[in-house]
C-alpha cells in the first residue's frame, strides 16, 4: 500500500528555517510528482511547493516563493521542503502528497496524501 510519512515539523521563531522530509513507500514514486500543501483549521488546504517526477522542473505557491525550496531524492523516495525565514502565517499542518498530474497544485490532482506535521511558527 503507498504511503507517505512526514516529519520534520515543529516549533520555530519567526525569521527561524526547518527542514520537512517526506518519505515515500509501498510503491516507487518515481513517476509521480510529489508535493506540499498546508491547512490552518478553518481554512482551505493551500498548495505550497511541488517537484516534478524528473526532479528539476518545481513550483511553487505565491506566498512561499524566494523562501522555501523543495527538493527529492527519488533514489531513496524522499522529498524534502526547506523552509527559511519563516513567518508567522506559515504556522499550518503541512501534509505531503503524491500524483500524476503536473502542476501539483490542486487537491484533486493528488493520490496519496501524507497524516500531516505540524509547523508551528512563534513571534
Known amino acids: 500500500q503507498a504511503q507517505l510519512v512526514e516529519s520534520g515539523g515543529g516549533l520555530v521563531q519567526a525569521g527561524g528555517s526547518l527542514r520537512l522530509s517526506c518519505t515515500a513507500s509501498g510503491r516507487t514514486f518515481s513517476s509521480y510528482a510529489m508535493g506540499w500543501f498546508r491547512q490552518v483549521p478553518g481554512k482551505e488546504r493551500e498548495f505550497v511547493a511541488a517537484?516534478?517526477?524528473?526532479?528539476?522542473?518545481?513550483n511553487y505557491g505565491d506566498s512561499v516563493k524566494g523562501r522555501f525550496t523543495v527538493s527529492r531524492d527519488s533514489a531513496k523516495n524522499i522529498m524534502y521542503l526547506q523552509m527559511n525565514s519563516l513567518k508567522l502565517e506559515d504556522t499550518a499542518v503541512y501534509y505531503c502528497?503524491?500524483?500524476?498530474?503536473?502542476?501539483?497544485?490542486?487537491?484533486?490532482?493528488?493520490?496519496?496524501w501524507g497524516q500531516g506535521t505540524p509547523v508551528t511558527v512563534s513571534s
Open positions: 517537484v516534478h517526477w524528473n526532479g528539476f522542473n518545481t
Open positions: 502528497a503524491a500524483g500524476s498530474t503536473w502542476p501539483l497544485t490542486r487537491d484533486r490532482y493528488i493520490e496519496v
